[in-house]
């Protein structure tokens, strides 16, 4: 997040595109001389930045309650259960 203002203060060249998603980039640009000198640049990675949170939230709302589930005591373990189990059987006590 921080390195974004970094390169544009000094001077360094970084494709404006892979910086919209950024929110130090939007920090930035929310300064007054940047913001008059590119008010779109601004926008545009606030929409970006809007868009990909509210997606991911979204996907998590769609995912979670597939993934989230109580299952019945004899349901069969996955193998990363399994192998816990296994190394809880080790533990010394």
């Known amino acids: 997040?921080?390195?974004g203002p970094y390169f544009f203060v000094s001077g360094h060249?970084?494709?404006t595109l892979f910086m919209l998603p950024s929110a130090g980039f939007n920090y930035f640009r929310a300064l007054e001389l940047p913001y008059q000198a590119?008010?779109?640049e601004f926008w545009v990675s606030l929409a970006v930045i809007n868009g990909l949170g509210l997606f991911f939230l979204l996907l998590?709302?769609?995912i979670a309650p597939r993934a989230w589930q109580d299952k019945p005591a004899g349901a069969k373990k996955t193998a990363l259960a399994r192998a816990l189990d296994?190394?809880?059987l080790w533990r010394p006590q």
Do not use: G, H, R, T
Request: hydrophobic share 60%; glycine share 0%.
């Open 60 to 62: 998590a709302a769609l």
């Open 38 to 40: 590119a008010k779109n």
């Open 86 to 88: 296994f190394v809880e």
């Open 1 to 3: 997040m921080l390195p």
């Open 13 to 15: 060249s970084i494709k």
